[in-house]
Each structure stands twice: as C-alpha cells, then as structure tokens.
C-alpha cells in the first residue's frame, strides 16, 4: 500500500459520513486506479524522429536496424524500450514510461512502466 493510499482513506473518513472502512479503503482503490489515466498525453513533435520536452526528460524515438527505440535524456540518459515495432508502440511506451514516473513521484507503483 501507499502513502497515498492511507491518506485518501483517512481523509474520507474525516469528511464522509458512515461507510465502513473497507468502503474507504474500496474508493482509495478506485481513485488509484483512475490516475494513470488522468496523466495527459506527451505532445509529439519531429520530421525525422519524435520527441517530447518535459520539465524533467525528453523523450526521443530513433530507428535502428531492429525496429524502433525510445530513449530517455534528462536527469539519467536511458534506453526505456527497444526493439518496438512501430513508431506508435515506442509512442506507447513512452507514455507508459512517463505516467510511471508521475505515479512513482505520489508513492504508487504501476505496471509497465519503468521510470
């Protein structure tokens, strides 16, 4: 559980009248949940290869001989996925990439991504 967790809960039960904890705990979930999803879309830009300028990172996606990758340059210069089919699968895990950052910045680790 998160930090983040426990205090969604222990706010609710500080304004909500009556559910039972397992209702508090049961809407901190969902809410978790809806997050990743709030996270707006990285903007891309390019001719010849794409990229996106955050506060924190840039995020590019080159072509190479076995498919397409995305590298990371910012705080760490990274290679976060290689091998991808398509420009739009590296556009993917970009975005992936860049929602698991933001979520791991509030405590809460998600699946498939690796910031």
């Not at 990285?42 to 990229?51: N, S």
């Not at 705080?75 to 979520?103: D, G, N, P, R």
Request: proline fraction near 5%.
């Amino acid at each position: 559980m998160s930090d983040m967790r426990d205090n969604l809960i222990g706010m609710m039960a500080e304004y909500l009248p009556h559910p039972s904890d397992d209702e508090y705990a049961d809407a901190a979930d969902a809410i978790l949940a809806a997050l990743p999803d709030m996270v707006k879309p990285l903007v891309w830009r390019g001719e010849h290869y794409a990229y996106c300028t955050l506060p924190f990172c840039q995020y590019q996606i080159r072509e190479a001989e076995c498919g397409f990758y995305v590298q990371a340059d910012g705080y760490a210069s990274a290679c976060i996925a290689s091998e991808l089919e398509s420009v739009e699968a590296a556009k993917a895990a970009a975005q992936a990439h860049y929602v698991a950052a933001i979520m791991q910045a509030f405590g809460v680790v998600i699946d498939g991504g690796k910031p």
